[in-house]
């Protein structure tokens, strides 16, 4: 009886878009916009579609209408599948050049509509919709006497992100016609709305991740400037505006180029300065990769800003354990030069890196704080000056004890941290080599784990403390033969190996 009676509506509706009075034909459309899932019930989707068309190229006056239909429909899958296989975007393209009513329905109705759909992509390049957009896309930046509202760069804006996202073809298409300049002026201009700029910066991020945009090229633009002046503009709690730079800056972080262009636009600056710890994990992200390029480190590190925030999160009772493990990151990012680690040893950072690793909290959020907190350490260890009063300010009692954690990360900081204090180090060795149960985990590292790397590590670490300590030496043979017992021959291989200073077992032994 359902399946009659939706089929006698569907039947209905089919004959009033046929009809050539304009106002049944709107009837229906209102009908539709009303409740869109009349059309999801339709046994003749395609049909519907259709007719749709057929009205679109009869009534001209209710184009606004016919467009809006298709901006409903395009937001649910099924129907973006039909009206690929209908052809609605070439329909839809020479309303882009309409009234501005006309216009911003028939935007909506392609942005929807070439959502995650590329056949409906491949229309809009066919049907020459890509300069169309890009023509739009510079109206949006450039004074006009009737200036376009801010829902309509929105939707402009929207319309590029939909229709761009993931498709190197089209972004290709859009980056050769000058968009992501449209846009960054769009972003220079004073005053504009919020929703815009955030669309915008999406928009924008889109072009940027594809392979055929020149990054390096566009570090001389007025880019760096427009997001150093979007951030100084920024309020706190801005958190959705705040994302989209975050997006952008993500993605630029990556070329060479841009992590130099940003430290010096100040806008590295400008995320050291969030004040709302959510926004700060954000920014901390992008202040750690611009690290990893020994330039801007340097440059971060001799500016003072950055050491200074960084004790100030791990000092802070009040921070956020992810916050205080990216400053703990911070940190051995900037140990990376010997008069870096006698600096960053001097402004106290040891004692609060120390006890980062004994908080205790959410098991992967620890690890997380664990491992960042304990690389910092090691980090500072290679300064072979800091080696021994790590022993006495407790650094190497707290590596001890991070080898009983379970995660592997942790477990290899440790070890790195023992293996760099040790060395050259007699009286470091001696206290590993006589602390309870150390030598016994450290073999049961190196002959159990199944990653390489802790095994390298502890493998080091074992040949330096006999190499220095006579009691490892007297322990280790017994040991030897319990790990024999449970991980056979391979394993007490290794463990020679080890005492071996690291060359092969002999025959013999």
Known sequence: L?????????????????????????????????????VKECVDRASFCNQLLTAL??????????AEVFATLGREEYFRSVAAECGVITALTPLLASTRDVRLQALRAVGNLCFDNDLCRKQLMGSDGCPVLAGMARECSVPLPEPLSSRMKCVVCGCLLNACNNNEELCKEML?????????????????????????????????????????????????????????????????????IHQVLDTLVENENWQVAIVDSHIAEQLLAMANQELQKKALDII??????????????????LLSKAVEWLRSDDSLPEVKGSAALVVGNLARTDENCKALVQSGVVPLLID????????????????????????LSILESNRLPFLHCGVVDTAI??????????????????????????????????????????????????????QLEGGRLIASIVKYSSSAVTFLPSTLCRGGERGGGVWRDKMYCCIAGGRPPRHQE
């Open 401 to 454: 004890e991070a080898l009983c954690s379970p995660a592997a990360t942790v477990q290899f900081n440790a070890l790195g941290v023992l293996r760099l204090a040790s060395t050259k180090q007699v009286e470091v060795c001696r206290h590993i080599a006589t602390s309870k149960g150390t030598l016994a985990r450290l073999c049961e590292l190196v002959g159990q784990s199944s990653f390489s790397h802790i």
């Open 176 to 244: 050769g016609l000058k968009v992501e300049t449209a846009l960054i002026e769009l972003l220079a201009r004073e005053g504009e709305d919020e929703a815009v700029l955030q669309m915008a910066l999406k928009a924008l991020n889109t072009l940027l991740c594809s392979e055929a945009v020149s990054l390096d090229g566009l570090v001389t633009s007025p880019l760096p400037k427009v997001l150093s002046t979007l951030l100084h503009q920024l309020v706190d709690q801005d958190f959705d505006l705040f994302d989209g």
């Open 356 to 379: 980062l690793v004994h908080w205790k909290g959410d098991e992967e959020i620890c690890c997380k704080v664990h491992t960042a907190s304990l690389a910092a350490l090691r980090n």
């Open 288 to 305: 750690v990769q611009l690290l990893k390029n020994d330039t801007c480190m340097q440059k971060l590190f001799d500016d003072g800003h």
């Open 2 to 38: 359902l399946k009659c009676l939706r089929r006698r509506g569907e039947k209905k509706m089919t004959a009033a878009l046929e009809s050539t009075c304009e106002e049944t034909v709107l009837k229906a459309l209102n009908e539709v916009l009303n409740e869109p899932t009349i």
């Open 57 to 66: 190229k009869n009534h001209n006056s209710l184009a606004v209408t016919i």
